[in-house]
């Protein structure tokens, strides 16, 4: 949706002269409300979850001390996301000369052309604004990024049209020049070929840039900010030392360091087709931290936030399709909906050498612990034996793709247990047939699990007994 500025605002240097309007650097203007909103009480992170007492301080601190900041982290710890947020922090709407290059202040141009139209035009010069959402710039580097893409390169149709290679108005700004008054995001800098990485000292330091062989001196206003992996930081690609020592502050991110705040991003992220409740929530939390933790899996590359997403919205595709089968609504999904999740995400893992051939039994032992710790939690101090001696008494229960929750209620008596199943899993006992069966499948599992169960598990159908 196009944003159109509010009514009233100057539309001419004079009358925003006359506003009594100073412009501020970009660095200043971040201060300034981020300075604001924590006098105020009001999040300047909206969206960003398990980083409230490591993270955002540091680089609160750092944004307040004006510093260019990069952030080292592994694969889907939200730094990109962290870094989108930087916008909010800008001024909604910004004050630019109408129709100039690079967004420059109407009181302040920098460019020769801008400053000669001021000097032409005074107060007339007309003046547009600029939603704070144009304001952030973010690039993915690349190995076959180019000085010109980001700092600029001459322009042969300036040439051609009369102008000498020594005019500084030969220039085609690259994305850095661009972005003036703005944020600058640059993914994984180190991909950035060193030679590439020279280019943004001067940007960095002096704040002006140099294009084939001359200097134009241009008072860039920038907030530069950068992401790396730490393995390719050290290893693959590195940060020049040069470069590193012009940012400010490096600031390490982590993946949540509770499993509440796991749970908050997988229910923030994923675009769930189905209902997933907190324990299937809860399993896939606990699923993901067991994969950080284990031996066989390779933490240099870390596991991504985004692979317990991908888990959530696969178990609710899976829902779906159950759904569908069997036409009962609504779509809920069950503990037996989370055996997709191994064979579908299989490759979103990268596994130590030598387990080739076994990752999808380490998936499936991880995610079956996962199930007995939520289960564990979940169920503690409830005694299950009147279910598990219902089952043993010939009360078979099967789960499967096309058993609606109806049909795996059926098979169990009228026990006083199941209530409390279904209440300690956040169910209500006149709820749907299909939340009550996940809950009551989830305590069938577990008793699988400890032991007391047996589970024949066929094609299509797997039936729990003793």
């Not at 598990?388 to 008596?413: F, I, M, Q, Y």
């Amino acid at each position: 949706m196009t944003q159109s500025p509010p009514e009233g605002l100057p539309r001419t240097a004079g009358e925003l002269r006359s506003a009594g309007h100073e412009p501020r650097g970009i660095k200043t203007e971040i201060h300034d409300n981020l300075l604001a909103a924590l006098r105020d009480g009001t999040d300047p992170w909206p969206g960003i979850v398990g980083f409230d007492r490591t993270v955002l301080p540091q680089l609160e601190r750092a944004l307040l001390a004006g510093h260019d900041v990069v952030l080292l982290g592994e694969r889907g710890q939200g730094k990109t996301r962290l870094l989108r947020t930087l916008a909010g922090l800008l001024d909604e709407w910004t004050p630019v000369i109408e129709g100039s290059e690079l967004a420059e202040h109407p009181l302040r141009p920098i460019t020769p052309a801008s400053q000669r139209r001021a000097a032409e035009l005074g107060d007339d010069l007309p003046v547009a604004w600029l939603h704070r959402s144009r304001r952030y710039t973010e690039k993915l580097a690349t190995p076959d990024t180019s000085v010109g893409d980001l700092i600029g390169d001459v322009d042969p149709v300036k040439v051609a049209e009369g102008r000498s290679l020594g005019d500084p108005e030969t220039i085609h700004f690259g994305l850095v020049p661009r972005a003036h008054r703005g944020v600058v995001a640059i993914n994984e800098l180190p991909d950035l070929a060193e030679r590439i990485q020279v280019a943004l000292l001067n940007v960095m330091e002096e704040r002006d840039i140099q294009v084939r062989g001359y200097t134009l001196r241009l008072p860039l206003d920038v907030l530069l900010v950068a992401t790396a992996n730490p393995e390719d930081y050290t290893n693959r690609g590195r940060i020049i030392t040069p470069l590193k020592d012009r940012f400010g502050a490096e600031i390490r991110t982590h993946y949540p360091l509770e499993l509440a705040a796991e749970v908050g991003v997988v229910k923030q992220e994923a675009r769930l087709v189905a209902e997933v409740g907190d324990p299937l929530l809860e399993v896939l939390a606990r699923f993901v931290r067991n994969l950080r933790e284990s031996s066989v899996v390779d933490q240099r590359s870390g596991v991504s936030a985004r692979f317990a997403v991908a888990a959530a919205e696969t178990v609710a595709a899976a829902a779906l399709r159950r759904s569908a089968l069997t036409g009962e609504r609504p779509a809920v999904a069950r503990p037996v909906d989370l055996d997709a999740v191994p064979a579908v995400l299989r490759g979103k893992i990268e596994f130590e050498p030598g387990e080739e051939g076994r990752e999808t039994d380490h998936l499936v032992h991880l995610l079956r612990l996962a199930v007995a710790e939520t289960a564990r939690d979940r169920f503690a101090g409830l005694d299950l034996r009147p279910l598990s001696e219902a089952v043993a008494d010939g009360h078979l229960v099967a789960t499967g793709e096309r058993v609606p929750g109806k049909d795996l209620l059926s098979a169990l008596p009228e026990l006083p247990v199941l209530h409390e199943v279904a209440q300690r899993a956040g169910v209500s006992s006149d709820d749907a047939p299909g939340r009550i069966a996940s809950a009551v499948e989830l305590a069938l599992e577990s008793l699988y699990l400890a032991r007391r169960l047996a589970k024949d598990a066929g094609e299509t159908t797997t039936v729990y007994g003793p």
